[in-house]
């Protein structure tokens, strides 16, 4: 907010408000055929999300992973990557006389310069890809899925101190309801032992917790931010970008393990099974569907379609045992 020094009247900053006015623009004229394609959206992500965690689950042996869980990050960014450039390639072909090509060196360079910001989520949502397969060594699916839903209220609180969302006191108390709910729910079901750190399991949820919370929430909100205030960049440029940032940091990661633990971790096919081929693919589907969301639509509808996901996440657990 801005206040007047003389009349102490006070206005909507010009910088936030710049920041939607294309996205404000496009709303005002969204079709009916676009709102029922993001109820179709809605709907695959709500499969692909909650079927995540059990595609997880099914790639664990004897309580472990076989495989580099960086190497399926790594190798779902590279699919991104890879549908990112076919999307180019297809929109190129078809483009308008007149039209600049997308794939013109001065339009990637320029799309490249406008688009830096897209690396903060980019890191932010590597650490989190990886949170998602820790967070299995200590709980199950369905609380996975449970626990996830937390990032709904700490992104209702990004988004109104970082984008000056605003909310209605129903929607503060749904959130605020949705809180004491998980937390009730998982006080009776906290694990018991000792991490490999020796802390004791139970304060090694709590940590994890903690961070695989805040850490996917502000990348949303970063995402959202970066995606919405370049709006007039093709979705598929910020998409290449996006995901071209994600596979960097994930093979650094990689890298790094490698120096720790030696050259054979460089191996990232080893250890994989069909379960992880299928998680690869989801993860990838998944993370191309949120980047419309957050271009298109906003970051709480998103998280609201993956806390819908919950039970679609229940349900498959049951076939799991």
């Known amino acids: 907010m801005i206040e007047c020094s003389v009349c ?8 936030s408000k710049a920041i939607s006015r294309a996205y404000d623009g496009h ?8 709102r029922i394609l993001n109820v179709l959206l809605v709907g695959g992500d709500c499969v692909l999300v909650g079927f995540q965690p059990i595609l997880v689950y099914m790639s664990k042996v004897d309580g472990g992973f076989k495989f580099s869980p960086i190497s399926v990050n ?5 699919t991104k990557v890879i ?7 297809f929109q190129a072909r078809h483009k308008k006389v007149g039209e600049k090509s997308l794939l013109s060196i001065s339009t990637l360079v320029q799309a490249a310069r406008s688009n830096l910001l897209l690396a903060v989520p ?16 200590y709980f199950n699916p369905a609380t996975v899925k449970m626990l996830s839903n937390l990032k709904v209220l700490v992104i209702a609180i990004l988004l109104k101190m970082i984008m000056k969302r605003r909310f209605s006191i129903i929607q503060w108390e749904a959130l605020a309801l949705l809180l004491i709910g998980i937390s009730v729910n998982q006080l009776q079901s906290l694990p018991e032992g000792m991490t490999s750190f020796g802390l ?17 929430s502000l990348a949303s909100v970063f995402n959202e931010y970066a995606l919405k205030s370049q709006f007039e960049t093709s979705i598929y440029h910020q998409n290449l970008f996006l995901y071209g940032y994600g596979a960097i940091f994930n093979f650094l990661a990689i890298l790094g393990t490698a120096i720790f633990k030696g050259p054979s971790t460089l191996d990232i096919m080893r250890g994989h099974s069909k379960a992880t ?3 690869i693919c989801n993860n990838a589907s998944q993370g191309i569907l949120s980047s419309f969301f957050f271009k298109y639509a906003d970051t709480i509808l998103k998280k609201y379609s ?3 996901a919950t039970i679609f996440t229940v349900f498959f657990s049951t076939f799991e045992g």
Request: proline share 4%; glycine share 2%.
């Open 200 to 216: 004791p399991v139970a304060t090694g949820a709590y940590l994890y917790t903690l961070i695989f919370v805040s850490v996917p």
């Open 83 to 89: 549908f990112a450039i076919i999307m180019l390639l």
């Open 8 to 15: 102490h009247s006070k206005i909507a900053s010009p910088i």
């Open 122 to 137: 980019a890191l932010l949502y590597a650490i989190n890809n990886y949170l998602k397969f820790i967070m299995q060594l």
């Open 306 to 308: 993956s806390t819908i």
């Open 277 to 279: 081929v299928l998680l």
């Open 27 to 34: 709303r005002s004229h969204v079709s009916s055929k676009t």
């Open 74 to 78: 790594f190798l779902t960014e590279v």
